[in-house]
């Protein structure tokens, strides 16, 4: 797709940090967060706003291995997305499909828990919706199959065109679900790749795979549920399989509590729905299971010390910065980046910055430890600069605290 917008695949990868021959291998594993860079990065290269959308558009059940061959091999649509469900966390470690039925109407959807991500949200959500039609197009062999309704947590893109044409059905922009929406009597419909018996051996295959981890099992589950408005611990303990003390137990074995996970979660939610959508703060509280929305922004104003409308305000500011910036960079090729960094916790933001500017060449990126003495600079010189080898970043120290200290004037 890179090439068909004369951009060259090595250079995008490279930007984002992988390898020039990372996709070249089907099975080869690429993080949440490196693949939400990667799409931004392409939007960014090829200046085509609905990227996503049209890597969604292109998908096909065998991309993704053997969840994709057994989800084929099922007689019915509605027992493929049931498969599908159940099998999608491996294929995908920051994101969860669903599959609900609620008044003669089917809801398939998805809904993304990665912590900290900060671009990329948009493109991720308009290529698994496509990915969702494309599914059932292959599944029951109608091209021009269309669900009845979609519903995306993005913003309004300028150009819509793409969207009407791929899906030729209402879309509903800034909505807190994505999802497309048919009726239940549709999952009756025959897959005819369907059988029986290669489902039952791939089924055997899938088991040998083993069980996914409590952790991310904890936190796909309470993002679904906050869907539906459940977001109890006996809810999510039930929707496990697992009695309250056990599940208590278990959660303990990890150092942690269902509150902190489910405060987590909340949190990295709502910066979503803050981020993406215009959504008002009421609807967002009542997204993420809040009775009230003051209980909401108290929540909010806890974790961030700042209220839900602040925060969405100061971020909208920092986004509108970007483009003056993005032109300073192009104008000025011989450019640096310089950021100044304690630990590990300052990256996210600043790969979330270089991923909104795009194009930018890691090897003028800078990192400085921070510190107003030499001694402080040396104590995280070795952390920054394990942080510039993992990112192809360069190292700067902070040459006039060597030369002349940290007094006054200097």
Request: proline share 4%; net charge positive.
């Amino acid at each position: 797709m890179l090439r068909e917008f004369d951009v060259r695949p090595s250079t995008i990868l490279r930007h984002v940090g992988l390898a020039a021959d990372a996709l070249a291998d089907r099975d080869a594993r690429v993080s949440y967060a490196r693949s939400a860079a990667l799409l931004n990065a392409c939007v960014q290269a090829t200046g085509c706003r609905h990227f996503g959308l049209l890597a969604g558009s292109r998908w096909r059940l065998e991309h993704i291995g053997l969840p994709g061959e057994i989800t084929g091999s099922c007689a019915t649509v509605g027992e493929a997305l049931e498969t599908f469900t159940t099998y999608q966390w491996l294929n995908s470690s920051g994101g969860v499909a669903f599959l609900s039925r609620e008044r003669g109407i089917t809801s398939f959807g998805y809904a993304i828990f990665e912590p900290a991500l900060h671009a990329g949200i948009d493109q991720i959500y308009d290529m698994v919706m496509a990915i969702g039609v494309r599914m059932v197009r292959e599944l029951t062999g109608r091209p021009g199959w269309s669900p009845s309704q979609l519903t995306l947590s993005r913003t309004r893109p300028d150009d819509v065109a793409p969207y009407r044409r791929f899906y030729a059905a209402p879309i509903k922009f800034d909505a807190d679900v994505t999802a497309l929406y048919f009726p239940s009597t549709f999952e009756a419909t025959r897959v005819p790749s369907g059988d029986d018996m290669r489902r039952r051996v791939l089924e055997a295959k899938l088991l040998a795979v083993g069980r996914e981890a409590m952790l991310p099992k904890l936190h796909r589950m309470i993002r679904v549920a906050m869907i539906f408005g459940l977001t109890s611990g006996d809810e999510v303990a039930s929707a496990m399989a697992l009695t309250r003390r056990t599940f208590n137990r278990r959660l303990a074995e990890y150092g942690t509590t269902f509150q902190d996970a489910l405060r987590t979660v909340r949190f990295d939610v709502a910066q979503q729905l803050l981020r993406e959508t215009t959504l008002s703060i009421g609807d967002i509280a009542g997204a993420l299971g809040y009775a009230e929305p003051s209980a909401f922004v108290r929540a909010f104003r806890h974790w961030t010390r700042t209220t839900p409308g602040a925060w969405r305000e100061r971020h909208m500011r920092t986004r509108s910065n970007i483009d003056p910036l993005r032109r300073l960079l192009e104008r000025f090729p011989e450019h640096r980046l310089k950021f100044v960094v304690v630990d590990a916790d300052d990256l996210p933001e600043i790969l979330a910055l270089l991923d909104s500017l795009g194009g930018v060449d890691r090897s003028r990126v800078l990192l400085m430890p921070e510190g107003r003495t030499a001694a402080e600079v040396a104590a995280r010189a070795a952390e920054v600069a394990a942080l510039c080898i993992q990112h192809g970043f360069r190292y700067t120290p902070r040459l006039q605290l060597d030369l002349f200290g940290g007094g006054r004037g200097v």
